[in-house]
């Protein structure tokens, strides 16, 4: 009888061992799938944690805009020229008088949005973009295009020309997940404008910036949509008198020859829209040829497209500063 009870304990204490190893088992495996279950509940936090839209305030307003969006539509070569630089597809984009650096957005992958000033609002509700962005050119139809889709203005504010240009690229490296791309190329831009600024303050010349339209010509000066030659190169105004306005202050070539500036720098807008009459041409006269813009050979002809059609963009704010830096001795 002994010798039964001491074999009975004996199977109870090795049962009970067995019980409470699979419980330990158990508990630990418990753990570990706790453990599990927490690190995936972190990383989807905090992947939920990154904004998929932003709030944007513009010149026109504020909205709320998608991060990363699919289809966009953009009403601004400037802009396009940014997009461009940091590898950003777009859908649609007014394909009349693109700048030629920015031709192979007449491909047929691209859908034909209209024209900056008038849109083909049939095309864009057939799109149906995620984002619209647009400038001055389109602002006037800017209430029509929100209601499509969400719209921002990108227009750069030309008396604050870097700021708001910086402003602009900071933004769309933010709405497209490009902060770092459109910080590198900011910096090297930068860099190119203090090595302009101190061969402008070396030179120590003076210049005066006209545009010419079929034979008129137009000077624009300090704070002007041309103006960051002034405000941000250094070159000092030969006039600092000139009114500030859209199509800048009509002037003559007597006008020229008073102010005789050391450098001439001209944008020539009938090479964009055409006419009869070509920057060259116009400026061909005793009076412009007296000066000592043109005897010094600094008339300088910027690329219009550059200036007039795209400016404000990564390509074309680098090429500005390029033109103006190759042509200060």
């Keep these: 009888m002994k010798k039964i009870l001491i074999l009975l304990s004996l199977l109870f ?5 067995a019980a409470c190893g699979d419980d330990a088992e158990d508990s630990s495996t418990s753990k570990e799938d706790n453990k599990a279950a927490n690190a995936e509940s972190g990383e989807s936090e905090e992947a939920s944690s990154e904004p998929t839209e932003i709030e944007v305030t513009h010149q026109l307003g504020e909205t709320t805009v998608p991060v990363n969006p699919e289809k966009v539509v953009v009403f601004d070569y400037g802009t396009l020229d940014t997009l461009d630089k940091l590898g950003v597809e777009v859908t649609a984009i007014p394909q009349d008088n693109l700048p030629t650096y920015l031709e192979k957005y007449q491909d047929g992958k691209y859908e034909n949005a209209g024209t900056l000033f008038e849109p083909d609002f049939e095309k864009l509700a057939e799109i149906d973009p995620d984002l619209i962005i647009i400038s001055g050119r389109t602002s006037e139809v800017y209430d029509d295009l929100k209601e499509l889709a969400p719209t921002i203005y990108m227009g750069v504010d030309t008396t604050r020309y870097m700021d708001s240009f910086k402003e602009n690229v900071t933004l769309i490296g933010e709405i497209f997940g490009k902060e770092a791309e459109a910080e590198k190329e900011l910096a090297a831009i930068d860099e190119s404008i203090e090595e302009l600024k101190g061969k402008v303050s070396e030179s120590g ?8 339209n079929d034979g008129s010509i137009s000077a624009y000066g300090a704070g002007s949509r041309f103006g960051i030659i002034h405000d941000v190169f250094g070159v000092t105004p030969v006039d600092d008198t000139i009114e500030v306005a859209t199509h ?3 002037v003559s070539f007597e006008y020229i020859a008073e102010k005789d500036p050391d450098y ?5 807008r009938n090479k964009i829209v055409g006419g009869e009459y070509s920057a060259e041409k116009t400026l061909d006269n005793e009076l412009v040829n007296g000066t000592k813009a043109a005897t010094e ?3 300088v002809y910027l690329n219009p497209e550059y200036w007039y059609v795209s400016g404000g963009g990564l390509i074309s704010v680098a090429e500005m500063v390029n033109e103006v830096s190759s ?3």
């Design 248 to 250: 800048g202050q009509n």
């Design 13 to 17: 204490i090795v049962l009970f061992a």
């Design 327 to 329: 042509n200060i001795e």
């Design 264 to 268: 001439l720098f001209v944008i020539d």
């Design 205 to 212: 010349k003076n210049g005066l910036i006209i545009l010419t």
């Design 297 to 299: 050979d600094n008339i």
